[in-house]
Every structure is written in C-alpha cells, then in structure tokens.
C-alpha cells in the first residue's frame, strides 16, 4: 500500500540555504495535507496542512504547495536551521469523517551549520 | 500550550501477556485516534474514537486489541496477549470537532520479548 510516498529518504542542507521536501500520493479522494515534523524518541509534532481547495499555504519559513493534477506535494523551508533538522512526514487523510491519516515514510532533513 | 500525554514511556512484556497503554487526549478534542509505528516502517492507524464508539479500525486492529475511555480524560489501548510483532511505538492522537489537523503525543515503545 503505496498511497502517499515520500521518495527520498534523506537530503542535507546547508544552513540558510532552502530546503524543499516532496510528497506524492495516489489517492485522489485525499482532501487534507500534513506535514510533521519528528525528532528521535518523540511523537510526531504537527507543522503546516493544505486543503485540496488550495495550492499554497504560508506559516512563516515554511511553506507547502498542493498540485492536484500532478497528485504531488512539497514542503518549502527558507532558510534552513540547523534546529529544523529532522524527519519530515507527509500524511494525507480523505473527506470522511475520521480523517484516519495515511504516511509517507518520512525523509530526514540535516541542516548544516 | 495544550498537549497529548502518553504513559509509559517505554513497556516491556512478555509475548502472551495483556498490556495497557493510556493517553490523555487534549481536554477539548472529541476525535481519538492510535497509530503504531513498527521500526523502519510507516506509521499506521490502527483505530479512531468517537462518541464512546470505535469509528473506523484497520485490519491491523484485530481482536486482540481494544479501547476503552474509562472516564472524562483517558483514552487507553489494550492488547490481551501480545506477540512479538506487536513490538512498535504506539502513538495516540486526538482531533477537536470540526477541524482536520492531528495532535499526537509522544509515544510508548513497546517492547515484546
């Protein structure tokens, strides 16, 4: 079961330089994007979503952008931290009312000094 | 700033022994929700709560496990006999009606010798 995949296990950024995190789903009846953040031994913490309705969505550095044609999502990160290294989940949850979430297998950002 | 809590930490049983796993959802969320996450692999949901009822349950969600809010504030996740592929961390989360966003506690690694 491969509905939303994250291809890239991990990328390296340098500090304040961007960082650009991909998701792509197979799912069209999917409504609601997320994206967690998560550090060792720590739950998932929540960062940004996107409705379907939408193409953008801004909350300070980060920034996520839906192409619904294309079925692929990305997280945009300006300017890297060191402290926004992490791994970065994309979960996708369809219009019924329990919005189970489905997950990528998460990519690990390494932001360097 | 409100939090999901989760107790233990860390469980270590036997293979055939019952386990409890509780969480505190955020006072004012009316959706709950358990996801496990088995190492390497991708979090996946096992059972969402509403109304004092299961709403959805995944095939994972046999009838070795149960849920079960005893009273206002806990959410809890048995397993009556575990085996050694119940080895994962498992994480609750709780959503507040009429929105779409997760919040997840963090976590209690389950250990099945």
Same mark, same amino acid.
């Given at each position: 079961?491969?509905?939303?995949?994250?291809?890239?296990?991990?990328l390296?950024?340098?500090e @304040?330089?961007?960082?650009?995190l991909?998701?792509?789903?197979?799912n069209?009846?999917? !409504?609601?994007f997320?994206?967690?953040?998560?550090y060792?031994? &720590?739950g998932?913490?929540f960062l940004? %979503?996107i409705? %379907?309705?939408? !193409?953008?969505n &801004? !909350? @300070?550095?980060?920034?996520v952008?839906?192409?619904?044609s294309?079925?692929?999502l990305?997280?945009h990160?300006?300017p890297?931290q060191?402290g !926004? %290294?992490?791994?970065?989940?994309?979960a996708?949850?369809?219009a @019924?009312n329990?919005?189970k979430?489905i997950?990528g297998?998460g990519t690990?950002?390494?932001?360097?000094? | 700033?409100p939090?999901v809590?989760?107790?233990?930490?860390h +469980?270590?049983t +036997?293979?055939?022994?019952?386990?409890?796993?509780r969480c505190?959802p955020i006072?004012n969320h009316l959706?709950?929700y358990?996801? /496990?996450?088995?190492?390497? +692999?991708k979090v996946?949901f096992?059972?969402?709560?509403y109304?004092?009822?299961?709403s959805?349950k995944s095939?994972?969600?046999d009838?070795?496990f149960?849920?079960?809010?005893?009273?206002?504030?806990?959410?809890?996740?048995k397993? /009556?006999?575990?085996?050694?592929?119940?080895s994962a961390?498992?994480?609750?989360?709780? /959503?507040r009606?009429g929105?779409?966003t +997760?919040y997840?506690?963090?976590g209690? /690694?389950?250990?099945?010798?």
């Amino acid at each position: 079961d491969q509905q939303v995949k994250q291809n890239s296990p991990s990328l390296s950024v340098q500090e @304040g330089r961007i960082s650009i995190l991909n998701c792509d789903y197979t799912n069209s009846m999917f !409504d609601y994007f997320l994206w967690y953040k998560k550090y060792p031994a &720590e739950g998932p913490t929540f960062l940004i %979503s996107i409705s %379907s309705i939408k !193409d953008k969505n &801004e !909350d @300070g550095r980060f920034t996520v952008f839906l192409n619904k044609s294309a079925k692929h999502l990305s997280l945009h990160i300006v300017p890297s931290q060191p402290g !926004d %290294s992490a791994v970065y989940f994309c979960a996708a949850s369809d219009a @019924g009312n329990n919005r189970k979430l489905i997950w990528g297998l998460g990519t690990s950002l390494a932001v360097n000094p | 700033e409100p939090e999901v809590t989760q107790t233990p930490s860390h +469980q270590v049983t +036997q293979m055939g022994q019952e386990v409890i796993l509780r969480c505190v959802p955020i006072s004012n969320h009316l959706y709950f929700y358990w996801y /496990r996450q088995i190492l390497g +692999q991708k979090v996946e949901f096992l059972v969402s709560f509403y109304n004092n009822e299961i709403s959805e349950k995944s095939e994972i969600f046999d009838d070795q496990f149960s849920v079960e809010r005893p009273d206002g504030s806990n959410f809890t996740l048995k397993i /009556r006999s575990t085996k050694l592929e119940d080895s994962a961390m498992y994480f609750c989360a709780s /959503r507040r009606l009429g929105t779409d966003t +997760q919040y997840f506690g963090p976590g209690t /690694r389950l250990t099945v010798l």
